[in-house]
Every structure is written in structure tokens, then in C-alpha cells.
């Protein structure tokens, strides 16, 4: 992907992504902040993290990048986390109002790598269906129907998701803070608000306090309405500070 970076001017990988001569800085740094998170949940420096990152990062395959994405910054801190502090087991959780294919994909084919999310369907990138368990049932889907609000969403994760993400047990988890569910957002139909963000997160919490050590690294995904992102972010980072 960096060789991509142009020099001068924008070059476009897809009708979504649009390369600038600082996009390659740009992703790095992202994925840099992800790896510095896991690294200071880890050895206990932080509680937990949130990385106000940009680009966003779940839509991008293993061998591609796309919908705005560059490198898939929660499956960089899955792997960080496995890869060199030997934390068997990395569970990520996804509540962008988009689908994440890329991280999907990564995750599909290793039993120690757990995915779910929720997300509205049909809508971009198309993938997400119920029936996309990933090859030792560690894909987990609950879609959303456009118009969805925060009470089908807290149903989804209450009834789906929850239940399967305690069962795997995670010695760490990763969130795909994606705020373009809220229901001010332009990019899709879903009417979430901040209650339901700060509902999410403490229930997450619960989960990685119960198996793993409290260990949370939670990274920005979508969320293009400037007020409803701002106070979205807000509210979740004040339930991971403890308020």
C-alpha cells in the first residue's frame, strides 16, 4: 500500500479511498498508536486505551486496502497482542454501522481469533450476513436493519453477542469504536445515541474484567457528523475511565 502513497496530488486505490503524499505517514502512525496501546495495556502502564486514530482500519483486507482503510489497525493489535506477549486468545468487537470485512477476513480461519459485530444490512462493503461463521465458529454477525435504534442494537449484543464473546473467554479485547450508527451520522440509517455507546462499553468492560485483566484497547473507526461523533467518543471514553 505505501508504495501507492503519491508524491504529489491524490491518487485513488477505490471511489472511497483517496491517497495524499501524507496518507502513508498518516496510516503508520495509526497503526503505531494501536501497537503503543496494546503494548501499555499489557504491562499494566494504562487500565486500558482509546486511539483516536485516522484512517480507520476494519474494512482492510490482508492484501488490500479499501473503504477508507489502509492498514486494519485492530487486527495490527490482535496480532501484537498474540504475536509478541503470547496472549492466547483476542477477541474484537465491532460496532461501526459498516460491516468489518477486513478484520472478518483475517480472523476467519484461526480459532483464537475472535470477531463479531454489528452492523446495518444490507450496506456497504456487503459482507456481514448471519451465516458467515468463519471456519471454527469464532465469526460472529448480528445485523441491523436500517431504522434499527439503540433497543434492537442493545438486544443484538445482549442476545448474540455478549454471550458468545464471554464463552470465548478473551486475554484481551479490541474495539472497533465505529460512531457512524449514531443517528445524526449521513453514511447510514441506524439511530443510535450516546447512551447506547456508553452502554456498550461498560458491558464490554464487565466481559474483559471477568477473563481478561480489564486488558481493553479501543481504536476510532467510522463517524462523520462532527457533533455526534464528538460527543459518542466522549461518553466512551468517560465509561472506560470509569464514569
Known amino acids: 500500500m505505501l508504495g501507492a ?4 496530488g491524490h491518487v485513488g486505490i477505490d471511489s472511497d479511498t483517496i491517497l495524499s503524499p501524507a496518507s502513508g505517514a498518516a496510516a503508520l502512525r495509526a497503526a503505531g498508536a494501536v501497537v503503543a496501546a496494546v503494548d501499555a495495556v499489557v504491562a499494566k502502564e494504562a487500565d486500558n486505551a482509546f486511539c483516536a486514530v485516522r484512517p480507520p482500519g476494519h474494512h482492510a ?6 473503504g477508507f482503510c489502509l492498514f486494519n489497525n485492530a487486527a495490527i493489535g490482535a496480532l501484537r497482542a498474540r504475536e509478541v506477549h503470547r496472549l492466547a486468545r483476542v477477541a474484537v468487537v465491532d460496532f461501526d454501522v459498516h460491516h468489518g470485512n ?4 483475517a480472523f476467519e480461519a484461526d480459532g483464537n481469533l475472535f470477531y463479531a459485530s454489528t452492523h446495518q444490512y444490507p450496506l456497504y462493503p456487503g459482507t456481514g450476513a448471519v451465516s458467515q461463521r468463519g471456519d471454527f465458529n469464532t465469526i460472529v454477525n448480528a445485523p441491523l436493519s436500517a431504522g434499527d ?5 442493545r438486544e443484538a449484543m445482549d442476545t448474540v453477542i455478549l454471550p458468545r464473546l464471554r464463552e470465548f473467554k478473551p486475554d484481551i479485547l479490541v474495539i472497533s469504536a ?4 449514531h443517528t445524526r451520522d449521513p453514511l447510514a440509517n441506524l439511530n443510535l445515541v450516546e447512551a447506547d455507546y456508553n452502554w456498550i462499553t461498560k458491558k464490554l468492560m464487565e466481559v474483559a474484567d471477568a477473563s481478561a485483566q480489564g486488558r481493553i484497547v479501543s481504536l476510532l473507526e467510522g463517524g462523520y457528523d462532527l457533533q455526534g461523533l464528538s460527543r459518542s467518543v466522549a461518553t466512551h471514553v468517560s465509561a472506560l475511565m470509569g464514569g
Open 5 to 8: 502513497v503519491p508524491s504529489s
Open 61 to 66: 483486507e490482508p492484501e488490500r486496502a479499501m
Open 102 to 105: 477486513g478484520t472478518q477476513a
Open 149 to 153: 435504534g439503540g433497543d434492537a442494537f
Open 178 to 181: 465505529g460512531f457512524d450508527a
